[in-house]
């Protein structure tokens, strides 16, 4: 039995590919809530501050499209 491949499928896989590194690589240079912030958000007897909060969602926001 003989299967045959839509003739795009390949190219479609690789553009989705390079996308996924590209998306990976940028998000890899966003710092997480955790080394932004000092420690884990939810640690018992631990608060970020708002403005520590609005800070990182700006920073955010800034480094992601």
């Known amino acids: 039995m ?7 499928l390949a190219a479609s896989l690789a553009v989705l590919i390079a996308a996924l590194a590209v998306g990976l690589s940028a998000a890899a240079s966003l710092q997480t809530p955790e ?29 992601s499209d």
């Open 2 to 8: 003989i299967v045959r491949r839509a003739p795009g």
């Open 35 to 63: 080394q932004f912030i000092g420690f884990r958000v939810g640690t018992d007897n631990k608060l970020a501050r708002w403005d520590r909060i609005v800070e990182y969602m700006k920073l955010a926001a800034a480094e």
